[in-house]
């Protein structure tokens, strides 16, 4: 995919862009960005402006004198790029099979899951996978990736010590094609200490070699790869942008499209999520919980446990986001005197909340609602969370004068 056809992100577009052109390019790079903001398509919208025979030409040297059957010899050079060529074309044979996915000089690498007791997976393995993905999802999130090819349940996605070695063999070769040799690879996060291995050839790679990693945690990146790669900050999308997209794209109502930005984090799978949901009532569930957590007794608070654990995965990380950003909002409403980005009766509920919840109290609920969602991702128990989380909530504000949201 080109530039063109990413989300927003104007000012990195640029950034990559340059480097090309103005020869600054780091043979080994780390697009760091959160989940939904596009790192991934714009890693492989650069490895598609790398290749591309129009902005990424070649041009053809003759050595002195002709070869042993009569012809000259020939090699390839790159060329200086015009400055205003900061984008794939799109159109040339190079840009048609890196939109594929198919061009032979851009190689990708991700976390596998193990179908059959003593497999090794590598990423060949799932390509035809890793396409559709990329066609249905291109932000689509780890989650996301595993759910579609794992077979049995707590599958954990992994890229392997074979995955590594198969990346050093793939490199090692020239290239077919292009200029470049390319590998993409997302989610390094993945990778245990068996990461190691590819360490040398990061550092001394062949000649024209690029690596593209593309991480969403810093932190959980091997420092010894991470070190050896320059690094480039993929910011949150703007609202805006995600608010043009959903329209333009998922062709959602402009009145929808505008609340869901407001509340997405500047994450676009976030954004698509939320639209999907958008017509859930969170606010009368939450009200429910509220109540029944503060004035209901544990008979109430079962009762609720059970319905929001029959609503799946998503729909519950739905709900504690929708919570967390009302208590965002109370927060601000109280210290501002206003809440941003959200309609009359969410502001009404907002300042009920603050009637009941001093700001560190709200602060301590956010807190837990973020761990929540996070063990909610990694396959945690719905009822047992819930009622867990209930538990904590009601200590948490038990201390102040209960007013019940009515």
Known sequence: MPFSQIIGQSAVKQQL????????????????????????????????????EKANPKKTVTAPGPSLFGEDVTESAPTHHSPLTTDSCGTCPACLKAQQLVHPDIHFSYPTVTKKAGEKPIATDFITDWREFIKLNPYGNLFDWIEMIKEKENSQGKITARECDEIIKKLSLKSFESEYKILVMWMPEELDKEGNKLLKIIEEPPANTLFILVAENEEAVLPTILSRCQLVKIPALENSDIEEALISRNKTEPAIARQVASVSEGNYREALQLVQHAEEDWQGLLREWLNAMLKGGPVAQTKWVEEISRLGREKQKQFLRYFNHLLEQAIHYRIQGEALNIGEKEKDFAARLNKFASIEQQEAIIEELDRASYFIERNAHGKMLFHALTIKLYHIIQDKVVFLIE
Do not use: D, I, M, T
């Not at 103005?22 to 490895?47: D, W």
């Open 17 to 52: 862009a340059e480097l090309l052109q103005h020869n600054r390019l780091s043979h080994a790079l780390l697009f760091l960005g959160k989940e939904g903001s596009g790192a991934l398509p714009l890693a492989l919208a650069f490895a598609q402006y790398v290749v591309c």
